[in-house]
């Protein structure tokens, strides 16, 4: 049997109820190396190298990629307030990490842009399942996944593993429905 499985797609912009995904360019190295070195917020990142010149050469080889989808989390002002990736696709799942809201962001960034996540890789790309880890210091980030469904499937010395299923996606997304009562807006590259 051939099976067929979804791909991570690059998309130039999403649009939610209050944010926009949109993909990062070069332009956007100083704002990502702000967040990731910020010394409160990455001591549950892995570690990123403080010069600016390697930050743009990453993102100047993630430009040249298709197996990953990175996005600067906007207002419609079009004020960055944070990131997140999707990548490593296993059949027909998508894994999403690289998730940071800068201090100030919208009190409902992290469950609108978590939605916007998740209704792009699933209604628009196809996956039916999600796999991720969180670092097990980082408690507010895997209550909040647990709250949406995630299950833990295991642990590593320093993060916990997560899996979760088209079901509880799609109960979270009914029951989270008032922060993304609308389908998104996608402006593919």
Known sequence: MNMSWPALRKARRITGRTLVLRDVTAADAAFILRLRTDERKSRYLSKTPAALNAQIRWLNEYAQVQDQAYFIIQDYAGEPVGTVRLYDPREDSFCWGSWIL????????????ALIVYAYAID????????????????????????????????TDQDY???????AIDSARRRYHKFLPQSITIEWM
Do not use: C, M
């Open 102 to 113: 800068k201090d100030g962001a919208p009190q409902t960034a992290a469950i609108e842009s």
């Open 124 to 155: 628009h790309l196809g996956f039916k399942r999600a796999h991720f880890d969180v670092r097990k210091g980082n408690e507010s980030v895997w209550r909040f996944h647990e709250r949406f469904g995630a299950k833990r499937v295991g642990e």
């Open 161 to 167: 593993l997560y899996e979760i299923d088209s079901i």
